[in-house]
């Protein structure tokens, strides 16, 4: 699972770096509409880094 979310983190990533490209932008909403949606998926990455974490402290 790690590795789909890092894969989907790029490819968002990436395709916020095109949209402002094409946008000439950082503000227009289709780049914020990928930032607000690579931010959820970056929480959940951090969130599932964490919850490794805490599981071998536990063992």
Do not use: C, P, W
Not at 21 to 36: P, R, W
Not at 38 to 45: F, G, Q, W
């Amino acid at each position: 699972m790690e590795s789909k979310l890092q894969q989907k983190i790029d490819s968002l990533r990436f395709e916020m770096i095109n949209q402002a490209a094409i946008n000439g932008s950082l503000t227009h909403e289709k780049v914020v509409s990928v930032s607000q949606l690579l931010d959820r998926y970056i929480v959940l990455y951090q969130k599932l880094i964490l919850k490794k974490a805490k599981l071998k402290l536990i063992s």
